[in-house]
């Protein structure tokens, strides 16, 4: 049976207060006495449940992963009440019982859904009583036909029972524990009235003017049997029709039916408002079949504040990060950061590492980051060590350097961001295991595979064929860990010595100075390994981008490159973002792009991949200058005449004015402004100073 509701039925005596820990899988949403408990969507958040068959993925695995299940925890003090109460759990299938998106091969966890629950209600004469779900509850239908996270949701409204079945008791997952669910859950964040566009083949047609993730929520009713479709897509093809490909449109399910995201309302007679419940989308567009009376877009995502805001007098580095907000917001659901929300949504550990310190800044995260480095360490292999493209595992392909050593840049960022190294320490261990794995499929001292049958990549997504060697990368990587893991007092120094050797042989060349010919930011690999100690490299690579000022390199020589260029030479930095070319990033504003493409100069690709923004935490560090110590150090770029933005309490603003520039900063403590070589003291508070 599809979305059953699961029921319970106790009588109460004067509750005073009353407290429920819960969980459910695939989703679950709790109702009292006919009230929904909290406004939390899509809970628990997605972990590796149970052991599973891994080697008939699409790259098989052996791995030994671990296991858990997370659980909340509500006051429903609330909603009791004196005399006979009704516990409801709506389930969904989620991500433990997803079986039609098969591109990764057999993903699902099992073919039931489940509840369990432990409610303590204190009675106002002080006396406690603890109910549970124990197998006297029943279970009926619901209005819900279909809940497919990849399809969508088909809701019946003629559909009515009459018929209750007692539940089966299920033995607990063997070595799955329950925890407590303490990252956000996803909610409605907001709501957007979309633009009526036209009307074709018996379809209206809307715009919601941006990208996002969430679901449309109609009001309707007609004659019984009438049906509503919705359509979405991020898309218009050029007759102004749908186009589902960039969103997943092109992908067969299980079923053999197109991976295209639609819901489906039968109605009855009575004008009600409805939305799907267990599933959401990623859409700027869609289409409307049948009779509406209103409709309206709730934007859904993981509730996690923005704590940052950036303009500046250049219009294409406003968007960058308006956009990269928007992008990695709408990639951020079930307490894991995807690579896209619609066609894959997958924690990919090379998108999510390689933005965590962006967003750990610029957002409020931390115990978002918290739950997503559980899942890394989860999918770590228990006896090798390997770890996974994806957290939690759901396959998927990548490579051990920018994707398996988010095992440790992860943490190292959380270090950084925070102050805090108890992530790290508690890392300790996975990461050895980590270096003994890539020390294990390397050769000549160079990482040159991973697992059999999967990938290993180096870099990916870069404008044109690959040529960066992915060995090189990988190896980079390596060199990182090995910088990282030695914060904790662990000696690789020997290590160390025979991966640069290796590097140096095989990639480095003493006439030009360069690694790897410089290709697709090659040179900024070796800088961020500290492979570059005569600095001929970063001049080659400033030399290089000054004289083609486009992003020719993948997502994580990016990222990298964006680093570099800001600290040492920040008008590039600034160019290479707000050019109009394919490879820059004003070319996506300019063909009205509100969030960031999976390919830098594809539209036909995802639309919705927050690899490339993570730079623009560059724009903060930077631009700005806004410094962890409490000083401000600012590089002024030459193309700005003013720039002004905040992280947390920090305000930092600048102008130009004739030959002058004019700094006000608000600072929550003492710190230093650092311009042109001088020192300048700032008090709490507000600060303004004209040199």
Not at 451 to 469: F, H, S, Y
């Amino acid at each position: 049976m599809n979305a059953p509701i699961i029921e319970k039925r106790v009588h109460l005596s004067s509750p005073k207060t009353g407290r429920i820990q819960i969980t459910g899988l695939g989703f679950f949403e709790l109702y009292i006495n006919g009230c929904k408990v909290s406004q939390d969507l899509f809970v628990p958040v997605m972990s590796d449940y149970r052991e599973r068959e891994l080697s008939k993925f699409l790259y098989p695995l052996q791995d030994k992963t671990s296991h858990r299940i997370y659980y909340l925890e509500y006051d429903v003090t609330p909603y009791l009440q004196d005399g006979d109460n009704l516990l409801e759990v709506h389930l969904g299938n989620g991500w433990y019982r997803q079986h039609e998106r098969v591109c990764e091969g057999p993903v699902k966890f099992g073919d039931e859904v489940f509840a369990v629950f432990a409610m303590e209600v204190i009675a106002q004469d002080g006396s406690c009583r603890i109910i549970t779900s124990d197998g006297t509850e029943s279970y009926h239908a619901s209005q819900i036909v279909e809940d497919e996270l990849y399809i969508g949701e088909i809701q019946d409204m003629t559909r009515t029972w009459e018929e209750s079945y007692p539940v089966e008791v299920m033995e607990p997952f063997a070595d799955t524990p329950l925890t407590l669910q303490k990252c956000p859950s996803d909610r409605v964040i907001r709501t957007i009235q979309p633009t009526l566009l036209w009307e074709r083949d018996e379809r209206k047609i809307y715009d919601v003017g941006e990208n996002i993730t969430g679901r449309l929520r109609i009001t309707a009713g007609g004659k019984v049997g009438e049906r509503v479709i919705l359509r979405h897509a991020e898309l218009l093809a050029e007759d102004g029709t749908l186009d589902f490909k960039s969103a997943g449109g092109d992908y067969i399910c299980g079923s053999g039916r197109r991976q295209i995201q639609q819901d489906e309302f039968i109605l009855d007679e009575k004008k009600r408002s409805m939305a799907p419940q267990f599933v959401f989308h990623g859409f700027r567009y869609f289409d409307v079949q049948g009779e509406v009376d209103d409709i309206v877009c709730e934007v859904i995502h993981s509730d996690i504040p923005v704590i940052s805001a950036f303009e500046s007098s250049d219009q294409r580095l406003n968007w960058l990060y308006d956009a990269f907000i928007r992008t990695q917001l709408d990639n951020m659901h079930s307490g894991m950061t995807f690579d896209c929300p619609h066609r894959e949504r997958l924690g990919y550990t090379g998108d999510g590492q390689i933005c965590c310190d962006a967003v750990m800044m610029l957002m409020d995260s931390k115990t978002f980051y918290e739950k997503w480095m559980q899942d890394i360490l989860d999918g770590q292999d228990k006896i090798t060590g390997h770890v996974q493209h994806t957290a939690p595992l759901m396959g998927g392909g990548g490579g051990p350097g920018g994707w398996g050593c988010a095992i440790a840049t992860v943490p190292y960022a959380y270090y950084k961001e925070y102050g805090d190294i108890s992530m790290l320490e508690s890392c300790r261990e996975p990461i050895k295991k980590w270096i003994d794995y890539l020390q294990n499929h390397s050769e000549n001292g160079l990482v040159v595979r991973e697992e059999k049958d999967g990938w290993c990549l180096g870099d990916w997504a870069m404008m044109g064929k690959a040529e960066i060697p992915a060995e090189f990368v990988n190896s980079c990587y390596l060199l990182k860990t090995l910088e990282i893991i030695s914060i904790l007092g662990e000696d690789y120094s020997q290590l160390r010595a025979e991966v640069t050797a290796a590097i140096r042989t095989a990639f480095y060349d003493p006439e030009t100075g360069s690694y790897c010919g410089g290709v697709q930011g090659a040179d900024a690999f070796a800088i961020f390994a500290g492979l570059d100690e005569d600095g001929r490299a970063l001049e080659n690579l400033l030399k290089k981008y000054r004289a083609n000022p486009i992003f020719d390199t993948g997502f994580l020589a990016t990222r990298l490159l964006g680093d570099i260029l800001a600290e040492h030479d920040v008008d590039l930095f600034c160019r290479m973002i707000s050019g109009n070319q394919p490879g820059n990033f004003g070319y996506m504003m300019e063909k009205g792009a509100t969030t960031i493409w999976e390919c830098i100069t594809d539209i036909t690709a995802s639309n919705n991949h927050p690899m490339f923004g993570a730079l623009v935490k560059n724009y903060f560090t930077h631009i700005l200058g806004v410094r962890k110590d409490g000083t401000i150090q600012p590089h002024i770029p030459s193309q700005l005449t003013w720039a002004r933005g905040h992280v947390g309490d920090t305000h930092v603003a600048w102008e130009k004015e004739d030959e002058s520039i004019i700094f006000t900063i608000q600072t929550p403590t003492e710190g230093l402004l650092k311009y042109n070589n001088q020192e300048y003291a700032l008090i709490p508070g507000k600060n303004q100073i004209k040199l």
